[in-house]
């Protein structure tokens, strides 16, 4: 598995990466691969140099957007944000996910992070909270996370 920054030829393989992610979570991905596109084009304009990507033979396994320069409405100031993170079904559990967030707050870093995730995925609010994120606001189905270094 290698994990390297990712490119803009990467990003028409994301969109169908997103939409299997998100089986059995729907209701916190996109509604349909158009609109996965678009989202994963508006990511990755916001910060090139903080995509990243897990590659094992030539495969996307997956994938991370984050941002060094988002501004907090609840922070009132600039923090470290993590917008999507995912992994395929048939990766998870290998330590991808892990690896990718580290890969993540290497360039976020020595900034606060927050991510959000939704309320009912308590799959990943525990791997996030195992990676010293702690629960903040819910604002309807989603909840802010906070890492600070």
């Known amino acids: 598995m290698e994990i390297r920054k990712g490119k803009r030829e990467d990003l028409q393989y994301l969109p169908a990466i997103l939409m299997e992610a998100y089986k059995g979570i729907e209701e916190y991905g996109e509604k349909n691969i158009e609109k ?25 396994a997956g994938f ?10 609840f922070e009132h100031s600039h ?19 892990r690896i990718l967030i580290e890969k993540a707050m290497e360039k976020l870093k020595p900034s606060k992070i927050e991510l959000w995730v939704g309320e009912k995925n308590e799959n990943a609010i525990k791997f996030y909270e195992n ?8 604002t309807g189905k989603w909840i802010r996370m906070v890492y600070i270094a």
Do not use: M, Q, T
Request: with cysteine; proline share 3%.
């Open 36 to 60: 996965a596109r678009k989202y994963i084009e508006d990511l990755y304009e916001e910060d090139p140099e903080c995509f990243f990507v897990a590659e094992d033979n030539g495969k996307i």
């Open 64 to 73: 991370i957007f984050c941002n060094r320069f988002w501004y907090s409405k």
């Open 79 to 97: 923090v470290g944000a993590i917008h999507e993170v995912v992994v395929l079904p048939s990766y998870r559990h290998e330590g991808i996910g």
């Open 131 to 138: 990676l010293g994120f702690k629960r903040r606001e819910k």
